[in-house]
């Protein structure tokens, strides 16, 4: 016997629901026969929420009862659901994965050899780059973020505005090694100002906070990843101040 599902969801002429679009891929993917109705106009999605007594579309109905929108047809199969609030690496996680992959492909393809010196260099170059650019999305929601922890922004509020355009040009530089002379005190003095602001914060004080490392928006933990952060930060500044005979 067939499994069947009736779904209805918002499909007008200037906007098509996405939630209704990955309902209904979820339902055929678990075998089920969809009835799919299109609300294509504000008329026919205003009187379809008030007979229901509902807020929102889509709505879903499996064996005539009425589960709900994306999230509750995915609870209904036992589906995984984020909670939004819920403390997360994964922001970092594909962070770092992403500039590892890419620092190692980069060797290969430069060297023929893909475990190179040049590729930690890079993976922590890219990292800084990357990690910037993230901060930067939203350097107002990032700044404040940053005053939670950081013990130079909370004597001068404006270096959290500074720091992510700090870390994004030293990663800029160090990627292409040039400049060493502003990327290295740049990356030193970000680096071991944010160490020991992190460290203070979750070792000593016991705090608990979200980190602004991958910006202002994440529900990142602070703790051994931004710590991590920093002291990559003063590894590289201090290998390439001997690297290179500064």
Not at 226 to 236: D, Q, R, V, Y
Request: net charge positive.
């Amino acid at each position: 016997m067939s499994k069947k599902a009736v779904i209805y969801r918002m499909m007008t002429e200037h906007h098509t629901c996405p939630y209704g679009l990955k309902t209904v891929d979820l339902l055929k993917r678990e075998g089920f026969e969809v009835e799919d109705h299109h609300l294509t106009s504000r008329e026919e999605i205003d009187a379809f929420k008030e007979k229901h007594d509902v807020k929102t579309t889509p709505q879903t109905f499996i064996g005539g009862e009425r589960i709900g929108g994306y999230e509750a047809v995915r609870k209904h199969l036992g589906k995984s659901v984020r909670d939004p609030n819920k403390p997360s690496y994964q922001p970092v996680i594909a962070l770092f994965s992403m500039t590892a992959l890419t620092s190692l492909v980069l060797s290969f393809s430069l060297y023929g050899n893909a475990l190179t010196i040049q590729t930690a260099e890079w993976f922590i170059a890219l990292s800084m780059v990357v990690l910037s650019l993230l901060k930067l999305q939203n350097v107002e929601s990032f700044s404040t973020m940053f005053l939670n922890y950081d013990l130079l922004a909370k004597r001068w509020v404006r270096y959290g505005y500074v720091y992510p355009f700090a870390e994004g040009l030293a990663g800029i530089l160090m990627v292409g090694g040039i400049l060493n002379v502003i990327s290295i005190p740049v990356a030193l003095f970000i680096g071991t100002i944010g160490a020991v602001s992190v460290f203070k914060a979750v070792y000593i004080d016991k705090r608990e906070l979200k980190c602004a490392c991958v910006g202002g928006s994440s529900n990142v933990p602070l703790g051994f990843v931004s710590l991590t952060e920093n002291l990559m930060m003063i590894a590289m500044a201090v290998w390439m101040l001997f690297a290179h005979g500064m």
